[in-house]
């Protein structure tokens, strides 16, 4: 039997021990297995407490079981879910009563999300902003993942390729009569006009910024400065945690250390580098090479002195605020961005409420991304081109802007994931957790 079409189960819950786990189970034998653990099939969609046995009549578990028939499932198949007891024993029980069924085997990653797609339930972008939901970190991308998981960019591909459907059969009924000029004139003009609103429309989604899809990632601040100013307790302060060891000494930071934020719902990796000096140590040398070169990536500096009347040492094009620490060892005033005590927590709130504000310029208006992929950026670009080809050819050939609009046509198929993308099927699915 062909992978596909073999039944697969998997633990979607946490992992065990816990109180309760939910097993999932899909595809032809799922009835048939759930029939004979459980005795009984119960009503769709409505739960029923049963005592769970093994072929061999011994008992696995107190249960509760769920049957979801096909089409009407998250998979499109039959689904059935078990609800047990989450120890570990249980589970190994229930899995040795499933491996006594042939043609039934563990879900590999993303699969149960594969046959979902692959079964109509949910289009590639859907699929994605699934995955999205699952990794989110923080409640807004928790909020963006949903949105593209409820059709926001599936459902606007969608519209485009209908709008270019009808067009493309203007401009060909137009071929068909070509020999009559007034009617092959009043079929053009409307799928002109149809093509424009059209291009406009993609090019103003795509002329956004890409922030949406920076919202996956989030906002990247570097922690720089020369050694021994005070960047791992900055860094402790911020996590509210130790997550980098404080020294006296200079030099302790030789690696860039990373901590992941949640700032007011925006994902923030604040990275701890090492001191930028000049030293002959070639440990402390790659860490400053490191600590370069991470300060060059970031998307914001936070350039740490202890001194009052301190120049900053990076210049870049990306923000660089001045931030004077120790201001609990020496009160005088001085003309940095921000003066704070790492130390005691002085200025750390004023600093947390500009970073806060910063992430809100950079990522954004929250309700304004509709890419959040590079895969989907790629894709729509191509679309984009297709059609302002399609226009430029209809005052010149309608047969070739008609072929540029199958083009434009086939680009948000492979968006959607309907048409050739057997190739990159497996790179997204493969992303997903096993049992999702």
């Not at 030789?254 to 007011?264: A, K, N, P, S």
């Not at 809100?360 to 992929?373: C, S």
């Amino acid at each position: 039997m062909h992978p596909r079409e073999q039944t697969i189960f998997a633990l979607s819950s946490g992992r065990a021990p816990s109180a309760i786990a939910v097993v999932r189970m899909s595809g032809p034998l799922a009835a048939a297995v759930l029939s004979a653990l459980a005795g009984k099939i119960p009503p769709p969609r409505m739960a029923a407490r049963v005592l769970l046995h093994g072929l061999d009549g011994q008992p696995i578990d107190d249960s509760v079981v769920l049957w979801f028939p096909g089409p009407a499932s998250a998979t499109g198949e039959n689904v059935a879910e078990f609800h047990v007891h989450g120890g570990r024993a249980v589970l190994a029980s229930l899995f040795t009563g499933f491996a006594d069924f042939e043609d039934v085997r563990a879900a590999e990653p993303g699969e149960f999300t594969r046959r979902a797609f692959e079964n109509g339930k949910l289009d590639l972008t859907e699929a994605e902003g699934l995955d999205d939901l699952i990794h989110a970190d923080t409640d807004r991308q928790r909020r963006q993942a949903l949105r593209q998981l409820k059709g926001l960019l599936g459902d606007r591909a969608r519209d485009w390729r209908a709008r270019i459907i009808e067009a493309s059969a203007l401009i060909e009924a137009g071929i068909d009569f070509s020999d009559e000029g007034d009617v092959s004139a009043e079929l053009i003009a409307p799928a002109r006009a149809k093509l424009v609103a059209l291009s406009e429309e993609i090019a103003e989604v795509l002329a956004a910024q890409g922030k949406a899809e920076r919202l996956r990632d989030g906002l990247v601040v570097a922690i720089a400065g020369p050694p021994n100013v005070g960047k791992s307790t900055l860094i402790n302060q911020l996590a509210r945690r130790e997550v980098a060891i404080v020294s006296p000494h200079a030099g302790t930071t030789r690696d860039v250390i990373e901590v992941q934020l949640d700032l007011d719902g925006y994902p923030v990796t604040v990275i701890d580098t090492a001191g930028i000096r000049e030293t002959g140590d070639p440990v402390e040398q790659e860490g400053v090479r490191r600590a370069r070169a991470r300060a060059a990536e970031a998307d914001l500096v936070l350039w740490l002195v202890d001194a009052p009347g301190a120049a900053p040492g990076h210049e870049a094009a990306t923000p660089v605020w001045t931030v004077r620490n120790k201001i609990d060892l020496d009160p005088e005033q001085s003309d940095t961005d921000f003066e704070i005590s790492a130390d005691r927590g002085d200025g750390i709130p004023a600093l947390i409420s500009a970073l806060v504000v910063f992430a809100q310029d950079f990522f954004g208006p929250e309700e304004g991304g509709l890419i959040i992929r590079d895969r989907q950026r790629n894709l729509l670009q191509q679309t984009a081109a297709s059609l302002q080809r399609s226009i430029l050819m209809l005052e010149q050939s309608e047969e070739l802007a008609a072929e540029d609009l199958r083009a434009a046509a086939y680009a948000l198929g492979r968006l959607l994931g309907r048409v050739d993308v057997e190739d990159i099927l497996g790179v997204i699915f493969q992303q997903f957790c096993i049992g999702k």
